[in-house]
C-alpha cells in the first residue's frame, strides 16, 4: 500500500491521537491504531472516531488491544500475550490510511523491537508530533536523528500547544525537517473547533501531495 502517513511521536500524551483525528477527517480517510494500550474509558479509535467526525466503517481494528494502559511490551506481558512486530502490516484499504503508533517513536513492542523497526520496515511518510514546550527541542530534534537513521521517510514536524515561533524555526533550521503546522490546546475541544482550527492552522495540501 502507498496510501498511508504514519503519525508518531517524541513522547506520550502529547496530543497526537487529537492531531490524527483533524488529520483523518481532513483527509476523509481511514484510520488504524495497531496496538492499544489501555481499555479502561475511550481508546484512541474511539476519541479519532468522535472528534474527527469519523465514520465506524473508516476505523479499522486494532492488532493487538492491551488492558493495561504501558508499554505494549509490558502490557503484553501483563495481558500474557505475545506481540509479533513483523506482522504488522496495514491493513487494506481503498481510502488514505492515517496511522498512529503508540507513545513516543521508540516505545518498545517486545524486548528487542519498537515501533521504529516497524516504521523502517514500512517506509511510509512519517509526520513526528512534538510539544512546544520547554525541552521539545532536544526530544524533536533526537526523535528526527532516530527516523534518519532508519531511513524512514519524515513528512515534517506538527507542533501541539501554544505558538513558540523560536522554538519552532530552530528546530527546522537544524533539522531541515518541515514546520507542517501548530495545533493550539482547544477548550473546549469538540468536533467543530478541531475542524476548524485544523483547517486554519495546517495545508491539507502537504499531506495530500505525501500520498499522491
Not at 491521537?17 to 492499544?36: H, R
Not at 481494528?61 to 502490557?75: D, F, K, T
Not at 492515517?98 to 516497524?118: K, M, S, Y
Request: net charge negative; charged share 20%; proline share 7%.
Amino acid at each position: 500500500m502507498k496510501n498511508c502517513i504514519v503519525v508518531t511521536g517524541t513522547d506520550t500524551n502529547i496530543g497526537k491521537t487529537v492531531f490524527s483525528a483533524g488529520l483523518t477527517g481532513a483527509l476523509g480517510a481511514a484510520y488504524w491504531k495497531p496496538i492499544q494500550s489501555g481499555l479502561d474509558g475511550q481508546t484512541d479509535s474511539e476519541t479519532v472516531a468522535i472528534l474527527g467526525e469519523v465514520p465506524q466503517h473508516r476505523i479499522l481494528a486494532e492488532a493487538w488491544r492491551l488492558r493495561v494502559p504501558a508499554s505494549p511490551h509490558l502490557a503484553a506481558q501483563l495481558d500474557e500475550v505475545s506481540i509479533v512486530p513483523d506482522l504488522l502490516m496495514p491493513p487494506a484499504s481503498r481510502l488514505p490510511l492515517i496511522i498512529e503508533g503508540a507513545g513516543g517513536l521508540l516505545v518498545p513492542l517486545t524486548r528487542n523491537q519498537t515501533f521504529a523497526d516497524v516504521f523502517a520496515r514500512w517506509r511510509y511518510p512519517t509526520i513526528l508530533c512534538a510539544r512546544t514546550k520547554l525541552g521539545t527541542i532536544n526530544h524533536t530534534l533526537l526523535s528526527i536523528e532516530a527516523l534518519r537513521q532508519r531511513k524512514i521517510p519524515i513528512l515534517g514536524v506538527a507542533f501541539i500547544g501554544d505558538r513558540e515561533p523560536e522554538t519552532e524555526s530552530i528546530i527546522e533550521h537544524m533539522s531541515g525537517a518541515t514546520n507542517l503546522g501548530c495545533l493550539p490546546h482547544l477548550d473546549p475541544l469538540t468536533p467543530e473547533t478541531l475542524r476548524h482550527a485544523f483547517t486554519a492552522q495546517f495545508d491539507i495540501s502537504d499531506f495530500l501531495e505525501a500520498l499522491a
